[in-house]
């Protein structure tokens, strides 16, 4: 049992509140994921040839204006980085490909979470709200988010099996449920060059629709694709820099719950995490069927 929220904000107005919208969400999912939670977010994207790379040090201290200074030795590119804790988004001129292949290389310690030109990825071990108070989530602004509380029921407790998953550039994916065939895909998949980092059943989904996506789909192409080879239950929330998808199995057994008003789509494991929204009296509540793909453009 693990809780998801995911937030969507129409009215640019409340987009520097979002983080603030988003934290009585993710604590509301407390009960339901208790020991890791992550999120992500994503912003205007930065200006065309740069990109973010989200990092994460654990409990490893790093010393980020040190690496920085490493990082600008290495090669010509540009580079910023906002840090919080043991996290950091490095904005980048430079090829994200070369710079993750540098890090494994001389900072192995330091892992690459998220990659892209809108996307910020935060996860860590420990209670909702203590994570939501170490990095500041209520002072993120952005169109919309993805988060994630965990309770895990099939792998470590490690901030590498904290969810969000993500895959190539500005997408992420979240899961409530379980799936019965990860070592399936991992071995169909391996071959046709995607790389796990876990034995997680949820970046076995979120790998194959990397895979698919990778071979042209659009997003909902892929999920109804993924309906004939992910076997289990599932509720997945998705995030792209273009848009936020929530899709579930075809028993619907993993609760969901969507509000949609003109200023916002919300989206939560159960109710009691929607109910302090701004004017969620007045909203279109719902829940998402049985194998149907709900999006959301920015």
């Given at each position: 049992m693990c809780g998801i929220v995911g937030l969507l904000v129409k009215n640019p107005s409340l987009r520097p509140q979002l983080g603030e919208l988003m934290v009585p969400m993710m604590v509301g999912m407390t009960e339901r994921g208790p020991d890791s939670a992550g999120l992500a977010v994503f912003t205007e994207p930065v200006?065309?040839?740069?990109?973010?790379?989200?990092?994460?040090?654990?409990?490893?201290?790093?010393?980020?204006?040190?690496?920085l200074q490493k990082l600008r030795m290495a090669t010509d590119a540009k580079f910023e980085i906002d840090a919080s804790g043991n996290h950091a988004v490095l904005t980048t001129t430079g090829s994200p490909a070369m710079i993750q292949a540098w890090l494994a290389e001389k900072l192995p310690q330091v892992a690459v979470l998220s990659v892209g030109r809108c996307i910020d990825l935060y996860k860590d071990v420990g209670a909702p709200a203590e994570i939501c108070r170490r990095y500041g989530f209520e002072h993120l602004g952005g169109t919309h988010l993805v988060g994630h509380t965990r309770m895990a029921t099939e792998s470590a407790v490690t901030p590498a099996h904290a969810h969000p998953f993500t895959a190539g550039h500005d997408f992420?994916?979240?899961?409530?449920?379980?799936?019965?065939?990860?070592?399936?895909?991992?071995?169909?998949?391996?071959p046709l060059g995607i790389e796990f980092e876990t034995d997680n059943d949820t970046e076995a989904a979120c790998r194959y629709f990397e895979w698919r996506l990778r071979e042209g789909d659009e997003l909902k192409t892929a999920v109804q694709r993924g309906f004939d080879e992910l076997d289990g239950f599932y509720t997945f929330l998705m995030g792209t820099d273009k848009e936020l998808a929530i899709v579930?199995?075809?028993?619907?057994?993993?609760?969901?719950?969507?509000?949609?008003?003109?200023?916002?789509?919300?989206?939560?494991?159960?109710?009691?995490?929607?109910?302090?929204?701004p004017g969620v009296q007045k909203a279109k509540l719902f829940e998402p069927k049985p194998q149907e793909v709900y999006a959301w453009k920015v």
């Open positions: 200006e065309q040839g740069s990109y973010k790379i989200s990092l994460y040090t654990g409990l490893h201290v790093i010393e980020w204006k040190a690496l992420c994916l979240v899961h409530n449920g379980s799936l019965s065939n990860p070592n399936l895909l991992r071995r169909k998949l391996e579930r199995d075809a028993f619907a057994c993993k609760p969901a719950i969507i509000a949609e008003t003109d200023d916002y789509v919300a989206i939560a494991s159960e109710f009691r995490s929607l109910a302090h929204l």
